[in-house]
């Protein structure tokens, strides 16, 4: 493994450990791969052993990433740690380079089914207005509460980012702690003078994209 990839523990928690605490239970475990080696990995359960720098195996969930450059789920067997354990990995991208990570939890985790939204409904004023999912540009978290924008107006809903990341459809990205955009209504991305990526809207709004959901978008959109 070249240098280049020997990522530290902190490097890699900036990028993706804070995005994933919004959703993950705290038993999980994560671990990233490039080409065919883990380069981080952390234990949620102490069943669980994995070192830096160790191959990835045949059959595993990394490999399967790796492989296929997609979102992989499945129970398996006990070949790579003490236990059978329920694996999710997303293909993701390292200075350029694929990568894929996976997170771990026990064979007995089960994925609540729920139906993506297929509207929301939204209070303007002392109206409440439903509105198809597939209009929304972007939805904003902002003094504590959450708002999402239709053609330039905007809507107030009691449903937090963290909840509405769980049932939006795969067309909406979270790009940012307070920001969630809809891939549709993406006009382009850029960088501003940081090097920080911009997302730009049809209808002219910029958004910023944070480090940690940098890989995310780029995972998503593949550029």
């Not at 969630?180 to 920080?196: A, P």
Request: aromatic content about 12%; charged content about 20%.
């Amino acid at each position: 493994m070249n240098n280049e990839y020997n990522l530290s523990a902190k490097e890699i928690s900036q990028q993706y450990i804070t995005m994933l605490t919004d959703w993950l239970p705290s038993n999980s475990s994560i671990a990233i791969a490039v080409q065919d080696t883990y380069i981080y990995f952390h234990s949620g359960h102490q069943s669980l052993h994995l070192e830096v720098g160790q191959q990835v195996q045949s059959g595993s969930i990394a490999e399967k990433v790796l492989n296929t450059k997609r979102r992989t789920d499945a129970i398996l067997d006990n070949s790579l740690f003490d236990m059978p354990y329920y694996g999710i990995g997303y293909p993701i991208y390292l200075q350029g380079v694929p990568a894929a990570l996976v997170v771990v939890l026990p064979s007995t985790f089960t994925i609540q089914k729920v139906e993506p939204y297929q509207f929301l409904t939204g209070k303007q004023d002392e109206d409440w207005n439903p509105v198809a999912i597939e209009k929304i540009s972007h939805i904003e978290s902002l003094q504590k509460k959450t708002w999402f924008y239709v053609e330039g107006e905007q809507f107030k809903t009691s449903i937090t980012l963290k909840e509405l990341q769980m049932r939006l459809p795969s067309s909406f990205i979270r790009i940012h702690r307070s920001y969630i955009v809809n891939i549709h209504f993406i006009k382009k991305m850029s960088r501003d003078l940081t090097s920080n990526f911009i997302v730009t809207l049809k209808d002219g709004s910029e958004l910023p994209v944070s480090q940690s959901y940098t890989n995310n978008l780029r995972s998503a959109l593949e550029f």
